[in-house]
């Protein structure tokens, strides 16, 4: 599922979904074999994604399968499990996932090996645009706006004239 990160000082937006995008990662390994992601209790109006982009095995790997799986709702509601990557420090130590999201709450494991593996990507937290979000950003440009008018009183700098050969003379 993808979402359109939409411009917040666009009028009408009210109704529309707003996204914040933060760095995430983790590390697995046999002492940390799962990390889990919940979304917001106190906030129902958040969601929150993660897109997975790149898995890769740490210093320290040994010569073994590691397999990473996340454990998530599907569209039915039901939670599911998922392998999405086979490491083997020999032969694929990387993948990458390209834009792969998930919506929380959702558990990566460590399924097999000993790793450590290090998943990263971003987490995507998507709200829904109210109108006093609008207006306070209606006052920001407002602000913008003023601080370019005083810009465009400064004259330009204009270029120095060059002389020619005879003057230099």
Same mark, same amino acid.
């Given at each position: 599922?993808?979402?359109?990160?939409?411009?917040?000082?666009?009028?009408?937006?009210?109704?529309?979904?707003?996204?914040?995008?933060?760095?995430?990662?983790?590390?697995?390994?046999?002492?940390?074999?799962?990390?889990?992601?919940?979304?917001?209790?106190?906030?129902?109006?958040?969601?929150?994604? &993660?897109?997975?982009?790149?898995?890769?095995?740490?210093?320290?790997?040994?010569?073994?399968?590691?397999?990473?799986?996340?454990?998530?709702?599907?569209?039915?509601?039901?939670?599911?499990?998922?392998?999405?990557?086979?490491?083997?420090?020999?032969?694929?130590?990387?993948?990458?996932?390209?834009?792969?999201?998930?919506?929380?709450?959702?558990? &990566?494991?460590?399924?097999?090996?000993?790793?450590?593996?290090?998943?990263?990507?971003?987490?995507? &937290?998507?709200?829904?645009?109210?109108?006093?979000?609008?207006?306070?950003?209606?006052?920001?440009?407002?602000?913008?706006?003023?601080?370019?008018?005083?810009?465009?009183? &400064?004259?330009?700098?204009?270029?120095?004239?060059?002389?020619?050969?005879?003057?230099?003379?």
């Amino acid at each position: 599922m993808s979402f359109m990160d939409e411009e917040s000082s666009d009028v009408g937006l009210a109704g529309r979904t707003k996204m914040e995008s933060f760095l995430f990662s983790c590390e697995l390994s046999s002492k940390v074999p799962f990390y889990c992601i919940q979304g917001d209790e106190e906030d129902d109006d958040l969601e929150h994604f &993660i897109e997975f982009r790149t898995i890769c095995l740490g210093e320290g790997a040994l010569e073994e399968n590691n397999v990473v799986e996340v454990t998530a709702m599907n569209h039915q509601g039901k939670t599911t499990s998922v392998p999405i990557a086979n490491l083997h420090i020999g032969c694929l130590p990387m993948v990458s996932l390209g834009e792969f999201e998930v919506k929380a709450p959702l558990t &990566i494991r460590l399924k097999a090996g000993s790793g450590p593996v290090t998943i990263s990507g971003q987490h995507l &937290i998507a709200s829904e645009v109210d109108e006093s979000d609008l207006e306070e950003e209606e006052d920001e440009d407002m602000e913008d706006d003023d601080d370019n008018t005083e810009e465009e009183d &400064i004259s330009p700098i204009k270029p120095a004239k060059k002389k020619n050969k005879q003057q230099l003379q």
